[in-house]
Structures are given as structure tokens and as C-alpha cells.
């Protein structure tokens, strides 16, 4: 069994709770390699005890139900463990990558019963390609987020948490629609900047 | 490979890499990244900001089994359906890749187009969220002026237009601010084939375009 070869200290760990030690972003991409390699169940566990949690709180974020959110977590993380030979760490982080998968599951779930819907495979071509991944410091970025003035930030949230679309999110903000994108546009922007960009 | 130099709004790609547009505008989007390797990158930072701030989301613990459950489940021999995604048929003609299944894999001379007005053929395209559709516009042709309620995004697929923004080829996007009035208008020899999607319905200005309204389903 490969498990053995995997190095892992769970010892202090307290599983699905998502208070993990610290993964940095490199040692989860190199975890999901691996895991396309050995397809050991021990490294498994140590990528859903971190994304499992985050990934629900995400989805009742969206409006999903507890039950329902954690249905698409499990649904997420068995692609994880299907998929994780298409995960090329040159191309998005560890948490980008399950990210989208996240988020594509769920709005397939919002257009179930929707006629003539598209669905994310018509959406979201997997045409990624080598990126400066500008936002992988997530702790930095809650910080520069808190900084930011609360009607972009608000906008930050609406979008991509409440699923709003920029109409929407002007009514219910009460706000012009071309302040919403010129709010999105300064925020993205301020953030890129203060994140120092390539790293 | 033109150079494109139309893209979308960092507004409208972040509710693109948040899975907050609309079906249709979406494929609009996606239909554009084949072309445009700039907005593949700016895509893939919008989502991972995304994923950030997923990563800062207060964690939610799952229900105790879920981790039983989920060690079940990795036994479990996947169904051709839930698996990886399907290989997209390789780019062949004119039509982009994301659009290839919903034309049913027919080029665009294949397509039952509906004439409009004069010059001005579409042919409606299925989505669940806004309306999607490819119009044809004949050389020469001065679509109506109109302004958009809304947010509507159209990308060139072959020969180009002008309008009060610039020139638009094959491959560029427009990305119309909601109270900009435009008025486009086919500028060369060939037939301009864009796909556009809308978010609200558009308002058009003056008597006979405003007739012409419920024609455009726009
Ligand atoms: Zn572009």
C-alpha cells in the first residue's frame, strides 16, 4: 500500500473541522500530485479535512442548505480524487483548481430545472493556461479586503458569494449599474496592485 | 491569429470566474478566451481571488460519517457521466469550440437564419438565464440605434463592425457600459456574424425601430 510512503502528521489534527495546520499553497499542489501518483486515501483525507469545511461554508454562503451543501462537498471532493491526474500545478493553485470545481457544481445545481440551460461544460472550457497567480496569499488578501472602501468590498462579497448579477446587485445596493462595474474594476485592481503581483 | 482588441470589463470576468453571470453571457465569455490568451490570464486571477477567499471562509464542519462516507464513496467506479470532462470536439471552421454542440456541429452558412430587417438575419440560440443569439448583418448594413437597460455583450465571430466605440473583428468583445447608445454598422464586403447576449431587454430609440423591438427579441 502506497500510504506508507506518504509522509503525514495528523497527530494534532482534529478531522473535518478545517482547523488543520497551516497548508501552504505549495504543499497542497504537491499533495494533489501526489495524490494522482499514489492515490493514497491517508493524503486524501488530509486535502478534504482542509478544503471540506471551506468548501461548505462556501456553498451555504451561495444559498445551498446544510445538507445540500455538503452533498456537493462530497459530490467536489470525489472528483478531486477522480479527476487529480488533470491537476497541473503549473496552471492554477491547489485551491483555484478545486475551486472551480466547486463552483461549477454549483451552478449546474441552480440550472437543474432550468430549460434549454447551458451547463458549465459549455461555460467554462478548461483552457487554462500558466498564470501569475496574483492571489494565492488569502491572508494578505483578507486584510487588504477590510481596507478596501465598504461599498467595494461589499461589491466583492455580492459577487462572488450572493451570485448576484451587476444588475441585481445595483438594485439591491441601490446603486447606478455602471457604479458596480467601475467598483469591481478599482477594487480588482487595488488588490492585484497591493498583492505585488508575480510571485 | 488577428490580434484582438476588444475585451471584457475585469467586472464582467469576475462574475464570469464567480460563476455569477448569466448562462448566456457566460458562453459569450468563453467563446472570447478561445481567442484571447490575455483574458484566459485575467480570468485565472479572478478565480483565484475567488478561491482566497474561499480558503478565508469561516469553516463549516461536516457532519460526523461525512468522512466515513466520503472513504465509501473513493470505491465506487465513477459513471461515464460524472467523470472528467468530455474532450471538445477539435476546432474545425469558423464556429468556437464552446459554441460547436449547442449549432448542433453546423457551420454558420448550415444555420436556419430569420430575417429581421432588412440586412439583418438571427438565428435564436438556447440559454436559461438571458437571451443568447447569433445575428447576421449584411455589408453595409446601420443596425438602429439603441441603448441597453441592461448589460449586453456581443463578440465578433467573422468580419467586423464599427460603432460609436471602435472597430470590431473576429475574436474582439464589446462590452457595452449600460447607457451607452450604440449603432453599429457592417464595414466591409463580408456578412459580420456576431453572438450576442443580453442581460435585459434593450431599449431602442424613435418610431420604427421601437416597432421593430418584439422582431429582435432582444
Ligand atoms: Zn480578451
Known amino acids: 500500500m502506497s500510504d506508507a510512503l506518504i509522509k503525514t502528521d495528523n497527530t494534532k489534527f482534529e478531522p473535518g473541522t478545517g482547523q488543520s495546520p497551516g497548508q501552504s499553497s505549495a504543499q497542497m499542489a504537491s499533495n494533489l500530485v501526489d495524490l494522482a501518483r499514489y492515490r493514497s486515501r491517508s493524503q486524501f483525507l488530509v486535502i478534504y479535512d482542509f478544503f471540506a469545511p471551506r468548501l461548505k461554508s462556501y456553498l451555504i454562503m451561495r444559498g445551498a442548505e446544510s445538507s445540500l451543501a455538503e452533498e456537493l462537498v462530497q459530490e467536489a471532493m470525489l472528483s478531486v480524487w477522480r479527476r487529480c491526474d488533470s491537476f497541473d500545478p503549473e496552471k492554477a493553485t491547489a485551491s483555484t483548481w478545486i475551486f472551480t470545481i466547486a463552483r461549477n457544481l454549483w451552478i449546474d445545481h441552480l440550472r437543474k430545472f432550468k430549460p434549454d440551460r447551458l451547463s458549465s461544460l459549455d461555460c467554462y472550457e478548461d483552457i487554462s493556461e500558466p498564470v501569475e497567480t496574483e492571489f494565492t496569499d488569502s491572508h494578505k488578501l483578507k486584510q487588504l479586503i477590510k481596507n478596501l472602501p465598504c461599498q467595494q468590498a461589499q461589491l466583492i462579497h455580492q459577487v462572488y458569494f450572493s451570485g448576484k448579477t451587476h444588475r441585481e446587485i445595483a438594485d439591491e445596493m441601490a446603486i447606478p449599474l455602471g457604479s458596480v462595474k467601475s467598483g469591481l474594476r478599482l477594487a480588482f485592481e487595488k488588490l492585484r496592485k497591493q498583492l505585488g503581483g508575480n510571485q | ?218
Open chain 2, 1 to 218: 491569429m488577428t490580434i484582438i482588441h476588444h475585451h471584457p470589463d475585469i467586472s464582467t470576468l469576475m462574475s464570469y470566474a464567480a460563476g455569477s453571470l448569466s448562462d448566456s453571457m457566460s458562453l459569450v465569455i468563453s467563446c472570447h478566451l478561445e481567442h484571447c490568451s490575455d483574458c484566459r490570464q485575467r480570468r485565472a486571477s479572478a478565480e483565484s481571488l475567488g478561491s482566497s477567499l474561499v480558503e478565508e471562509c469561516s469553516p463549516v464542519s461536516m457532519s460526523t460519517g461525512a468522512r466515513d462516507d466520503i472513504l465509501q464513496m473513493l470505491n465506487i467506479q465513477p459513471h461515464q457521466s460524472s467523470a472528467a470532462p468530455i474532450p471538445k470536439p477539435p476546432k474545425h471552421g469558423e464556429v468556437p469550440s464552446a459554441l460547436q454542440r449547442l449549432l448542433g456541429h453546423a457551420e454558420f452558412d448550415q444555420l436556419e437564419w430569420k430575417t429581421l430587417a432588412p440586412g439583418m438575419k438571427q438565428v435564436a440560440l438556447p440559454s436559461a438565464e438571458g437571451k443568447l443569439k447569433l445575428l447576421k448583418i449584411a455589408p453595409g448594413t446601420c443596425l438602429p440605434s439603441h441603448g441597453h437597460s441592461g448589460t449586453e455583450l456581443t463578440l465578433v465571430l467573422k468580419g467586423s463592425y464599427t460603432d460609436e466605440c471602435g472597430r470590431f473583428q473576429a475574436g474582439d468583445l464589446e462590452d457595452l457600459d449600460p447607457d451607452t447608445k450604440h449603432q453599429p454598422v457592417a464595414d466591409t464586403h463580408e456578412a459580420c456574424i456576431c453572438l450576442i447576449a443580453t442581460d435585459a431587454p434593450l431599449k431602442f430609440e424613435g418610431l420604427v425601430p421601437r416597432l421593430l423591438q418584439p422582431f429582435f427579441g432582444l
